[in-house]
């Protein structure tokens, strides 16, 4: 776009401006791409994202007065990124990725319940080995057993538990080289030896298999606003593989300390006091026991949730969204979540910018493509932002036409002064 320092504007023949006294684009500036953020695809934050400070200059021109460059100073993304495939965490300005924390068990666990079914007074030997760190290396693994006697804790890649009898919980923290920590579960259950067992660590499961946890998360994005979204967890889908057996406890950890024991658990997370926060929620059953003559056994189900002050990419609706100069447009935000926030600031892409709700109107006077932006906020910091185009263009016509030499069936030159296009 060109500026010129006084009011008149000069056309050449069907063509654009023709004269500037003052080039904008002296104002343009790109910092290093320095500055790494974690972004979310989906419902987790799972990229690693550079960005770099940015200023622009552009043509404003009032509806009264001289043309003007103005300098807008913003972030812009650029091209690098890394994918973090377990989620990404920021710590302190520092994104990095979240370790996959993997168990490895002798004897193994059933898959489908995540489980180890053992005699008592027998050994479990577990591995952190197979976990893995995205941009980093695991140099520790801290293993925690919540045991029916207590709970107990070791440090290693490796470590040994004698089985107790009934459930323990076993949760690995899978650590790499700059903290960040992964976490895997599996329960192990304990059970007493009859007399006809043998003397060996695994125990068989003929006589009761244990139940498959499993549980379904509203919203379905798996993320909300500290303090206003209520999540709900819906254990129905849960069962038990054993023909008359039912599940008769549930056990829920929601990751910040909230216990509950219903089928449906609702929760609200409270303001964690940071921008977001992953939580792992834990969901463990128990069976009757076969037909309620066997020992109870027990699985274990586990699924992250997302609580964030910046949600997903706000939709904007413009209206129109292209036209001729003067060109009035209406933007709205669309979405039942628009009332969450209560402050939003609009930048109309031309150096106007203007602050109040989800709906604002500006009027464009000068021709060009603009870049609109709203960053949406309320009072405990939940923040969302969304962008749309406008596109807003001269007049287009002839002003005068003129023709010279004109003789029937003769070649004729006809001369025209036009407005508004470039061809």
């Known amino acids: 776009m060109r500026c010129r320092n006084n009011s008149v504007w000069l056309y050449s023949f069907c ?47 009032p509806v009264a007065g001289d043309a003007y460059c103005a300098k807008n100073t913003h972030e812009e993304q650029c091209s690098d990124s890394f994918y973090c495939q377990y989620g990404c965490i920021e710590q302190g300005s520092e994104p990095n990725c979240i370790p996959h924390a993997v168990i490895t068990s002798v004897p193994g666990a059933d898959p489908s319940s995540n489980t180890i079914t053992a005699f008592e007074n027998t050994s479990v030997e577990l591995s952190c080995q197979q976990s893995s760190d995205p941009d980093g290396t695991i140099n520790q693994c801290k293993w925690f057993f919540a045991q029916p006697s207590g709970n107990t804790s070791s440090i290693g890649f490796s470590t040994t538990i004698v089985v107790q009898l009934g459930t323990t919980s076993v949760t690995l923290e899978a650590c790499d080289n700059k903290g960040a920590c992964g976490t895997a579960k599996i329960l192990i259950n304990g059970v007493k030896k009859t007399g006809g067992d043998g003397g060996g660590g695994s125990a068989p499961i003929s006589e009761n298999k244990p139940p498959i946890a499993c549980f379904s998360v509203k919203p379905d994005d798996m993320q909300g606003i500290p303090d206003i979204t209520e999540f709900s967890f819906d254990a129905s889908c849960s069962s038990d593989p054993d023909a008359g057996d039912f599940i008769t406890a549930y056990a829920w950890d929601l990751g910040d300390g909230t216990k509950a024991h219903d089928k449906i658990v609702k929760h609200v997370y409270a303001n964690p006091g940071a921008d977001y926060k992953i939580y792992t929620v834990t969901l463990i059953v128990t069976d ?136």
């Open 15 to 61: 063509d654009s401006y023709i004269s500037e006294q003052e080039n904008c684009s002296r104002y343009d500036s790109d910092g290093p791409c320095n500055k790494w953020k974690c972004e979310s695809i989906g419902s987790m934050p799972t990229y690693k994202k550079s960005y770099k400070q940015v200023e622009r200059g552009n043509c404003v021109k």
């Open 288 to 423: 009757n026991g076969k037909d309620g003559t066997k020992q109870k056994l027990s699985g274990i189900k586990t699924a992250s949730v997302l609580v964030s002050r910046r949600l997903s990419m706000l939709s904007i609706v413009a209206t129109p969204s292209h036209g001729i100069v003067p060109l009035s447009v209406v933007f709205v935000v669309l979405g039942a979540g628009r009332n969450i926030f209560s402050k939003y600031e609009w930048d109309f892409g031309d150096g106007f910018k203007y602050t109040g709700n989800y709906e604002a109107l500006h009027t464009y006077s000068m021709p060009g493509e603009y870049n609109v932006k709203v960053i949406a906020s309320n009072n405990i910091g939940a923040s969302a932002t969304g962008s749309v185009q406008v596109r807003a263009y001269a007049q287009k016509g002839i002003e005068s036409l003129s023709a010279s030499d004109a003789r029937l069936y003769e070649t004729t030159s006809i001369k025209t002064r036009c407005s508004g296009t470039d061809e």
